[in-house]
């Protein structure tokens, strides 16, 4: 037996790229939205499960995990099989053989859905190629996978994929398979592959008796430079061959697997990357807990390979249930034969009692993390404002806030009215009743009983809602700051830390004064220069440029007003450093009913570009660019917490079109999008990629520390950054500002209204 081990130096600089992208999405998230604390708790409770391998615990529903191939996805070693993941399961994997190595993302949209992003590294497979930028290729690619059935008594489960569909071409194939499960936890698997999973063991595409259009597969012209583009006329198309294998869970842990592959790595072979001796693969993997999972394989008769994965499922918070302190009880009045209004109302006659009551009330709504904005009592109701700085459910918020009131509060007051507020701006209003808090706070199925009985509308832009006790609010404080570009084509993965100074000043609700300034101290992002080739005002293609040397990097420098023109309506004003790139102003305005799951926005912006490496200074040459943009927005808010986005407009290049976002929100405030645009730019001017396209994750803080927390940390995730479909950045936008405080998502959390 010849085993062919790479160069270790290389195999480590493959791995680099790799991982630093898996650390970036599991661990940091990115970008930061607000300062988070520390983000390795949750991988520690993780690591401390035991949990056999194909009897995990009921977690949220989960089922046993199936195991995970060298591409990320379920599947038995090279070859995919057709059973899903849990829905909502995130898997990270890491795997290498022979010149290979691929880093996945694979999310389980829903039950029938997954979708994978993956990111490869081929040693010299552009050995000798004159135009390549790098010895080295990098791939980017998309699948999908849909999970047409589920394994029955008799039935196997079935499911048919696209494999890169609009990348490259490197791994472009489609396939069909089918898997069952036998007793002796034996797992048979068999498929027809086309594409790249036809090129061993081919012969005549049977959907060829349908239509002999599919027995040919075009073939692709244009190189690197028309990646990107879904070419739907060759799925399915061209010769076909089989695939197979067998899976057995040998004890609770460690799993045996063999595999028949129809893939021949024909590319990898001929440029003498690989020997392929034989179709036949063999492997072994180990759950060393419920989220890592290792594999070792022998390939095609010659390589040896290894895989890890760690899978994360967001339902379920690596923190447990939570470890935040317990509510105070709610303070039951004494009875009373009549009416509430029988409690003496005399009170409201003195002109002191309000503005003790007032205070009182800050006490203590303090330790709840509640701002107390206003505080407007009358003889039976109390119309109260609040700013919520802890919970990332605003329901929770309004229950803490409801059963601290009856505390300090006269027992006349039957009407708590509750209007949350974000960033000086009045949101929704909750209305309940004082009697319901006392009667239900220990009933069964209290929570969704008390939401039948809230009110729940729109807050206005009431008097009292624009007052503040608090203001001004001055914040500020320096913490470190990670900044990544990945997938440059010379350098996968750069980056530079340091340390982030940041500033608010609010003097007046609604009006905000921000900075933020950047220091880097070390990174590698002057280890590249690459000029962009675009043929288009140059607003993103050399995004690179903003992020090198170790000059500070003003991030942000502006002025916000924040207001409520009308029922139902939100509207915001920004003027100065947007962002890194661009200077100038910004204007929005939203439609947004608490109640409804449609929301309507415009927005227009007027910029112009900064000069790279200098703090203050303007554009000048190829960044001296002026952009009008805008665009007419629609928000939808689906069942099951997906959420889906619609911009209509003109981009910061001159371009008009849309982009198209879906994002699944859980409700602990994880989510997991993805969202293309299409604009008048061919996809030719556009350059490689062909449009702008990405994945958007978000991961709260609360998931990992069970503390409850705003905070968050965001990023996007591009194959490529160039010129068309870019917008500006800019901080507050509006549906993302209010749209927590409303439903769905506040039913979605009404369930922690009482804890």
């Given at each position: ?6 160069d ?7 791995l680099w ?12 998230g ?17 690591l401390a ?12 529903g ?29 898997a ?10 691929r ?9 029938s859905?997954?979708?994978v992003?993956?990111?490869?590294r ?25 999970h047409?059935?589920?394994e029955?008594r ?36 068999a498929g ?9 063991g081919a012969?005549s ?35 076909a061959?089989?695939f ?19 893939d ?5 072979e001929?440029?003498?990357?690989i ?8 492997g ?19 390589e040896?390979?290894?895989r890890?994965s760690?899978?994360l499922?967001p ?14 009880p ?6 009373r034969?009549a009416?509430?209004e029988?409690w ?12 003790s009551?007032?205070?009182v009330a ?15 009592l009358?003889?039976?109701e ?15 918020a ?14 006349s007051?039957e ?11 009045p ?5 309940l009743?004082?009697?319901d ?13 008390i ?5 729940i ?8 809602a624009r007052?503040?006790l ?6 500020y404080?320096?913490t ?12 996968p ?10 500033a ?5 609700p ?8 950047r ?6 992002r ?5 000029i962009?080739?675009s ?8 995004s690179d ?12 420098l502006?002025a916000?007003y ?12 920004t ?7 661009f ?7 939203l439609?947004?009913?608490p ?9 227009l ?5 900064r ?7 303007l554009?000048t040459?190829?960044?001296?660019n002026?952009?009008?943009?805008g665009?007419?927005s ?11 986005q619609?911009d209509?407009?003109r981009?910061?290049?001159g371009?008009?079109g849309a ?9 602990n405030?994880?989510e997991?999008?993805a ?18 396209k990405?994945?958007?994750?978000t ?6 520390s ?9 990023t996007?995730?591009?194959p490529v ?18 749209r ?7 039913a ?8």
């Open positions: 037996m010849q085993v062919r081990l790479r270790t130096a290389k195999l480590a600089k493959g790229a790799v991982v630093g992208l898996c650390l970036v999405l599991a661990v940091t990115g970008q930061a939205v607000t300062q988070s604390a520390p983000a390795f708790g949750w991988l520690r409770g993780n499960d035991d949990v056999p391998a194909r009897s995990l615990p009921d977690l949220a989960l089922q046993a995990r199936p195991h995970l191939s060298f591409n990320g996805t379920p599947g038995l070693i090279d070859m995919p099989t057709a059973h899903a993941m849990p829905d909502g399961d995130i990270l994997t890491l795997s290498s053989f022979g010149a290979s190595t880093g996945t993302l694979a999310f389980q949209v829903m039950p859905v997954t979708g992003f993956r990111y490869a081929i040693d010299d497979f552009n050995l000798g190629d004159p135009n390549a930028a790098s010895p080295d290729r990098y791939d980017r690619s998309f699948d999908v996978v849909f047409l059935a589920k029955g008799y039935r196997p489960a079935i499911a048919v994929g696209l494999r890169d569909f609009g990348g490259t071409d490197l791994f472009a194939s489609e396939y069909l398979v089918a898997s069952k499960t036998l007793p002796g936890r034996v797992t048979v698997t027809l592959g086309w594409g790249r999973l036809a090129t061993s012969f595409n049977p959907l060829g008796v349908i239509w002999s259009g599919f027995e040919t597969r075009p073939s692709r012209t244009g190189g690197l430079q028309n990646t990107g583009q879904f070419d739907i006329d060759r799925f399915f198309r061209g010769d061959a089989l197979g294998g067998v899976h057995w869970q040998a004890t609770r842990r460690l799993a045996l697997m063999a595999e028949y592959s129809s021949a790595y024909r590319q990898e001929n440029r003498g990357l020997e392929r001796k034989s179709s036949l693969n063999f072994a993997s180990y759950r060393a807990s419920q989220s890592f999972d290792l594999g070792l394989y022998y390939l095609y008769g010659s040896v390979g290894v890890l760690y899978i499922n339902k379920v918070p690596a923190a447990g249930s939570g470890i935040e302190s317990a509510p105070v709610v303070a039951v009045r004494p009875a034969a009416a509430p029988a003496t109302t005399n009170w409201t006659e003195s002109p002191t009692v309000g503005s009551l007032t205070t800050a006490g203590v709504l303090t330790p709840e993390g509640l701002v107390l904005e206003s505080l407007d009358r003889a039976t109390a119309h109260v404002t609040l700013r919520n700085t802890r919970f990332d459910m605003a329901a929770q309004v229950g803490r806030a409801a059963r601290a009131l009856t505390l300090v509060l006269p027992a007051i009407t708590f009215h509750i209007t949350l507020v974000q960033q000086g701006m949101t929704t209003r909750v209305s009743r004082r009697s808090l006392e009667d239900l706070e220990f009933a069964p199925d209290n929570a969704w009983r939401y039948g009985r809230a009110q509308a729109d807050a206005g832009d009431t008097p009292n007052s503040s608090g203001s001004p609010k001055l914040t404080g320096v470190t700051a990670l900044t990544q570009s990945l997938f440059d084509p010379e350098a993965f750069l980056f530079d830390v340091g340390l982030r100074a940041e608010r000043y609010e003097p007046r609604g009006l905000i004064f921000a900075g933020r300034l220091q880097p101290l070390y990174g590698n002057d280890s590249t220069n690459r962009s080739n043929v288009l005002p140059l607003v993103r293609s050399e440029d903003y992020g090198r040397g170790t000059t500070p990097k003003l991030e942000e502006t916000t924040l207001w409520r023109p009308g029922p139902n309506l939100y509207a915001r004003a003027a100065g450093y947007l962002e890194l790139a200077v100038g102003v910004s204007g929005e305005l439609w947004k009913p109640t409804s799951r449609l929301a309507l926005g415009v927005e912006n007027a910029v112009h570009q000069e790279p490496g200098d703090v203050f200074a554009g040459n190829q960044f001296d002026d952009a009008i943009t665009h007419a629609a928000y939808y808010s689906f069942e099951n917490g997906f959420y889906g619609l209509v407009g981009y910061l290049a371009d008009w982009t198209f976002t879906l994002t699944r929100r859980f409700t405030g994880w997991v999008g969202f293309f645009t299409l604009t008048d730019v061919s996809f030719e001017d556009f350059g490689e990629g062909a449009f702008d990405g994945i958007l994750l991961i709260p803080t609360s998931w990992g069970g503390q409850p927390s705003r905070e968050a940390r965001s996007a995730v591009r950054l160039r010129d068309g479909g870019a917008r500006v950045n800019v901080s507050n936008r509006l549906y993302d500002l209010v927590t405080d409303g439903d769905p998502e506040m979605d959390g009404w369930g922690r209204f009482w804890r």
